[in-house]
């Protein structure tokens, strides 16, 4: 089997593991993963595309959605609500609004100049009221220290906005450095210490440029990958030890990590590999990385776009 399959469980063949952009293109969305795609229970992600002055029509089904610009602005109508959001010229940018959506709902997604949107969704159980997040509210994290340093936008984590199932963050990490470091994994229900998660990582690398990510196996015949990932590319990590993520010297890395799974209650929690983990008792002695954060969370007020 090579390093970046697994068997689906739905019909013992093979999945891949690594998504590379373009393969997984369902019209209107260059990037479409739900998880009968994936081979798993409740984490989804696509990535939509708007023309200047186009619009999508989102029938949220038995998930709850969140519209993330990952460039350019647009508007997110409800029957009971409107969000503007105002966006971001790049991932490498400000910090963005959002909007979550519920449920069984039907939205409207509208961009007067155009843009490109992730839809994070996990499906759920509870239907909450549709809101908006406010870039300045959400909180910028700066993780480790020395070469493991980066920056996580904890928009959607666990203990920052109140999702049923899904999780989500952003996290950038400078040239040349590791990140998702050390490995680490959430795939098995240990009250208080491990929570079960399906996770999606969609990555951008600034100027074009490549980077590399590694799961691997925790278990007998579980997720092994080694890919090369460029903008647009996914990996799925249906369980496994995953890190690091490898940004190249010269050009930061990006990536969006959806998460959900089964447990009945909302929370990360992870293992670090045992032969790793060490690595957290020496960043106390280190700086963080003076290129941190990449660019400031806007101030109230201050055009994102």
């Known amino acids: 089997m090579s390093t970046d399959e697994t068997r689906h469980p739905a019909d013992d063949g093979p999945r891949r593991l690594h998504v590379r952009a373009g393969t997984a293109a369902t019209d209107p969305y260059t990037l479409s993963i739900d998880p009968r795609r994936a ?9 939509l595309e708007l023309a200047p002055g186009e619009s999508h029509a989102l029938a949220t089904g038995d998930s709850e959605w969140i519209v993330l610009p990952l460039s350019g602005g647009c508007v997110v109508t409800t029957p009971d609500a409107t969000f503007e959001l105002l966006g971001r010229e790049s991932v490498f940018g400000h910090v963005t609004d959002f909007a979550y959506l519920p449920r069984d709902a039907q939205a409207q997604i509208a961009s007067g100049a155009g843009g490109r949107f992730a839809l994070a969704g996990a499906k759920c159980e509870r239907r909450l009221p549709a809101r908006y997040g406010p870039a300045p509210e959400v909180s910028v994290e700066l993780r480790g220290s ?19 199932r899904l999780i989500a963050v952003e996290v950038l990490t400078p040239g040349g450095n590791w990140s998702s470091y050390p490995p680490h994994k959430h795939d098995l229900r240990r009250p208080g210490v491990e929570s079960e998660l399906e996770e999606i990582y969609y990555f951008e690398i600034e100027g074009d440029g490549v980077g590399y990510h590694r799961v691997s196996p925790s278990r007998p015949g579980g997720a092994d990958v080694l890919a090369e990932v460029r903008t647009g ?13 490898i940004a190249p010297p010269g050009r930061a890395m990006y990536y969006l990590n959806v998460m959900a799974g089964p447990g009945d209650t909302r929370e990360w929690l992870i293992s670090d590999h045992p032969e790793h983990g060490w690595i957290r008792d020496t960043w106390p002695g280190q700086p963080v990385d003076p290129r941190l954060p990449l660019r400031p969370a806007a101030a109230p007020g201050e055009d994102r776009r």
């Open 39 to 47: 081979g798993w229970t409740h984490s989804a992600l696509r990535v």
């Open 146 to 164: 020395g070469d493991c340093s980066r920056q996580v936008n904890n928009f959607a984590a666990a203990d920052a906005f109140d999702c049923d």
């Open 233 to 245: 590319d996914a990996v799925l990590v249906p369980d496994g030890w995953h890190g690091p993520s």
